[in-house]
């Protein structure tokens, strides 16, 4: 079956800094890559879309210079998340799709606490 | 618009009894459905998909669900819950034909979530 792994598994980092987490398809090209935060007890919302070798399209309330996107391989996408505050912890997990109508396949996520 | 709407936040049973986990929708078009399973600190794992083909879909784990358009509804059943089956619950809808992004693309729109409880 398909899949997708990201990695760190769980990163802990100061205030201030700024965290890349790295999602892959490992056994077949993701044209398009997506990624979700969860927090603690809810559901997953939808944070960006992003195509290979194109910019990626935020959702409405998320800032695209806070989490900077790039995709720049049919395998590998990554998301920064710049200048890291305590309320940007979160479950973050990426999703990668081989085609327009394929279903997506989750990454296991990232838990990402900021001190 | 699409939209999936999960009737009940939390769900108790016993163990060896049945499980049902409610879902509507809301789809312009084709929708494909999913139930997506997450134990603690983990991710996501697809239980079964809808995408058009038999009403009835059979999933993992004797999980199946049973897509009815005249009550936009999928609800997810097994016949006897396991201990091992206590987790969140996520019931998602995407659109096969309009209703993307603005890039384009198909958006999985995700339930607000069922926790299973399952008692001894």
């Known amino acids: 079956g398909a899949v997708v792994s990201q990695h760190p598994s769980r990163v802990i980092c100061k205030s201030g800094t700024s965290v890349k987490i790295e999602c892959r398809s490992l056994d077949f090209q993701a044209t398009t890559m997506f990624w979700y935060r969860q927090f603690p007890k809810q559901s997953l919302m939808l944070m960006a879309t992003?195509?290979?070798?194109?910019?990626?399209?935020?959702e409405q309330g998320v800032e695209k210079d806070k989490f900077l996107i790039n995709h720049a391989s049919l395998t590998l996408s990554t998301l920064t998340v710049t200048s890291a505050h305590p309320e940007d912890s979160s479950f973050y997990i990426c999703s990668a799709r081989a085609g327009v109508n394929n279903e997506q396949f989750f990454g296991p996520g990232t838990r990402l606490t900021v001190l | 618009a699409q939209s999936v709407t999960q009737l009940d936040s939390h769900v108790s049973v016993s163990e060896g009894t049945p499980v049902l986990l409610r879902c509507n929708y809301s789809?312009?078009?084709?929708?494909?459905l999913f139930w997506y399973v997450q134990h603690p600190n983990k991710g996501l794992q697809l239980l079964l998909k809808y995408t058009s083909a038999a009403t009835l879909v059979k999933g993992i784990n004797g999980f199946e669900a049973e897509f009815k358009k005249s009550e936009t509804s999928f609800h997810l059943t097994k016949p006897s819950a396991h201990m091992s089956d206590a987790a969140e619950y996520f019931c998602v809808v995407s659109d096969r034909g309009r209703g993307r992004t603005t890039s384009g693309t198909y958006k999985y729109i995700f339930g607000t979530g069922t926790r299973l409880k399952v008692l001894a």
């Open positions: 992003s195509n290979e070798g194109s910019k990626a399209t935020y």
């Open positions: 789809s312009s078009y084709s929708p494909s």
